[in-house]
């Protein structure tokens, strides 16, 4: 069984629109959420970064965390046809601990 | 912030033959060093576990004796595939523990022919 759930897509979404993008996870323990944006051949790339409950919010994108639900999810506004790649969420017991990650999301923005 | 260096960044061997991977931390210290892989289309599985100056932990399923991993300084984590297959043929990055999530190393594209 998965520990770290995605849907794979493709989303597809209109330029200028928002992206909506979902994950949730098995393991209660888990401290620290991250997501990561995939271009392909590329190493992960870090997006955002949450710890807490709650929306946090960097520039054209804003990560939202519910622990009680196990659902971390990533919004990206005025989507860009270079925000065309796939989104990794990952999910780890403690800064600084190994990383567990979701199957990734492909997103296309179409112009 | 912390970098991490990964060479070679693509590399095509033959099978049979052995390829050697490293990872380098260049401004900052890492005990630990967490080895992933990625096949197409899939997500990056933890492979194994390295730690400076003691035997590398293995996820179920990782053949220690076929991924061999050395990490004898604080600065230098290795990842060699021995006796490499075409079913090898696969994404490797690293990720320094203690690097919060930021840092991975640039990944390295096997091909196995």
């Known amino acids: 069984q998965k520990e770290v759930e995605q849907n794979s897509g493709p989303l597809s979404v209109p330029e200028g629109a928002i992206a909506s993008l979902n994950c949730t996870y098995s393991d209660r323990g888990s401290q620290s959420f991250f997501w990561y944006r995939q271009y392909s051949g590329k190493s992960p790339e870090l997006i955002m970064s949450i710890y807490s409950n709650g929306d946090k919010e960097d520039g054209r994108f804003t990560a939202q965390l519910n622990k009680a639900s196990q659902y971390v999810s990533l919004l990206i506004r005025d989507s860009q046809p270079s925000d065309s790649a796939t989104y990794l969420c990952?999910?780890?017991?403690?800064?600084?601990?190994?990383?567990?990650f979701g199957g990734g999301t492909r997103v296309l923005v179409k112009p | 912030g912390a970098v991490v260096s990964q060479h070679p960044s693509w590399v095509i061997c033959k099978s049979g033959t052995s390829v050697k991977i490293e990872c380098r931390s260049l401004d900052f210290q890492a005990t630990t060093m967490f080895w992933y892989r990625q096949f197409p289309k899939q997500s990056l599985m933890l492979m194994a576990t390295?730690?400076?100056?003691?035997?590398?932990?293995?996820e179920q399923g990782v053949e220690k004796d076929k991924f061999l991993i050395n990490h004898a300084s604080l600065t230098l984590s290795t990842l060699t595939v021995t006796s490499a297959h075409p079913e090898d043929s696969s994404f490797y990055i690293c990720i320094p523990g203690g690097s919060y999530g930021y840092t991975f190393g640039s990944g390295t594209r096997l091909t196995v022919v």
């Open positions: 990952a999910v780890g017991p403690a800064a600084g601990n190994k990383l567990t």
């Open positions: 390295s730690n400076e100056g003691s035997k590398a932990t293995y």
